[in-house]
């Protein structure tokens, strides 16, 4: 009588082992760069056929050709908790409990990356993902062609506060104007 | 009686009047006179240069003896682009590096060098109001094809209250919007 149910519940934990070995494309957040997209529009981050997408979940996808990226950096920043117009009207509680609530923050990863379209002309995109996120993105561009100045390994965004990228001058290593 | 009293008062509203009208005049003369200085640009007047261009080309942000972080790099040029486009003294605004602006013989070139960067903490202002503020000074130049000079200028952005730290990026782009809007 039990072995139906048996073969069920074999059959779900396979599921789910299976959907926990396919990893989910981080959620990542456009801080700016697309110029068909608004600052803040937040979306999936991958790198599919040759190219870097951004698919936000209801506006236009937005593609990067990964042959034309010259640098990839990581950087980490940090945003308030609480945000949004709600944050901003936090700031005027009284007996200073804006202040208090500005005190809690999240950490980000920053992921900077610089490319060329085909005129040759230089285009810069910032997103901000969770903490550790960017460096998926990053080792997967980089196995897909992507060029980078800095190596995987660098530094580990640490703290909130943004400590400067290992990554110092950017545009020294690459050719000079003329 | 009383008519002994309003001739002065009377005499004294008139010379106000007249006095007021002589200034006036005076006013309007300076004013003319000025104008047609600026046009004419007699020698030793003061005259602002104006550039004349349909097209310019933004190179991109470089820094000098200086850390800066590339998400500070890059958001210093992309949004001086989007200022510089929104003054809308320029047909077109071109990308560095961009090979169709080759063929425009009256192109201006955009150089910003970093010189000076403190990327603050947005925790430290939003607690304390008075610290944790971030700033960035460039040195702007303004190039023709040949290379030759234009204008140079050192332009800062500050961030003191309000926003993340990247926003100082923002307050510079607009600082760079209003030193193209003076001079084009």
Redesign the interface.
Known sequence: MYRPLRWLLLLLCACAAFAQNAPAPPQATHVLGIEVMKHGVKGTLQTKDGNLVFSPSNAVVAQIPVAGIEDVSIGADSKRTVGGPIGTLTMFGPYGSGRFISLFREKLDVLTISFRDENGALHGVIFSLPVGAAKGVKKDLLAAGAKSSTPLEEAKPADAKGAPDQKVTPAADKKEDK | MKRAYLIPVLLLVALVVLAQTQKTTADTSKKADAKTSSTTAQPGAKTRKVIKTSSIMI??F??KDV?????F???M???TLEQVKETGHFKEV???????AASIPDLVIL?ATIYQFK?G???QR???TVSGASSIHVHVALKDTNGAYLLEKDVAGNLHF?G???RVTYNLAKNIADLINQNF
């Open positions: 190179k991109e470089k820094p850390q800066v972080p590339a998400q790099q890059m958001a040029y992309e949004n071109y990308r560095d590096g961009d090979k169709r150089e990327e903490s947005a925790r939003q607690v304390t309000l993340e730290n990247l």
